[in-house]
């Protein structure tokens, strides 16, 4: 995902904006997943007859795909003034759920294991409401070194909760599913 050895200093970030997005290698595996799982699923309807209309199918793959797509939309925003987690202006109102918090009401940041057994990680308000930290960045290190710059909070062991080579295999893996979609696709067309 990024450069462990990417570092933020203190000056620099007092001076500087940075704007994150959600890394490109997880976007296409995402995507690439979706993608190969839902594709066949209109001609193996119309191929097995079942009663799901087909034109009903791609409509839900079509708002699916839709959903996702924004979803991955997410941006991070670093600046003097705070981080916010928001989404870009042309995404509905009614999909963004974002955050913002000022660094001055950032008091710590505290692990919290997953149910799969890894760590994700919170920023914790002087209210004692926590916020999600945005782990699918592009500039991962930079970002949490921004924060460590900003809050004077260590954060030097906080990691990803995936790691670039998952996304790599899980993109691999929704390729060679591709090859089998296309080879599903034209058996059901000759079939149908």
């Known amino acids: 995902m990024t450069n462990s050895l990417e570092t933020v200093t203190p000056e620099a970030a007092n001076s500087t904006a940075i704007v994150l997005r959600i890394s490109p290698l997880i976007w296409l595996a995402v995507l690439g997943l979706y993608l190969t799982l839902m594709l066949p699923l209109p001609f193996l309807a119309q191929v097995s007859l079942t009663p799901v209309p087909t034109s009903g199918l791609i409509a839900g793959i079509g708002l699916g795909g839709v959903a996702l797509y924004l979803t991955l939309t997410q941006q991070v925003h670093l600046d003097p003034q705070g981080i916010r987690v928001v989404y870009p202006n042309w995404v509905p109102k009614l999909w963004q759920r974002g955050w913002a918090l000022d660094w001055s009401e950032i008091v710590?940041?505290?692990?919290?294991?997953?149910?799969?057994?890894?760590?994700?990680?919170?920023?914790?308000?002087?209210?004692?409401?926590?916020?999600?930290?945005?782990?699918?960045?592009?500039g991962f290190s930079r970002m949490v070194s921004y924060i460590q710059a900003q809050?004077?909070?260590?954060?030097?062991?906080?990691?990803?909760?995936a790691q670039p080579w998952m996304y790599s295999t899980l993109l691999v893996f929704a390729l060679l599913m591709g090859l089998v979609d296309a080879w599903v696709i034209g058996t059901a067309i000759a079939l149908g």
């Open 108 to 138: 710590s940041l505290t692990p919290r294991s997953t149910g799969q057994g890894g760590l994700v990680y919170y920023l914790v308000s002087q209210t004692g409401q926590a916020y999600l930290l945005p782990t699918r960045v592009a």
């Open 151 to 161: 809050t004077k909070i260590d954060t030097s062991v906080v990691r990803p909760l």
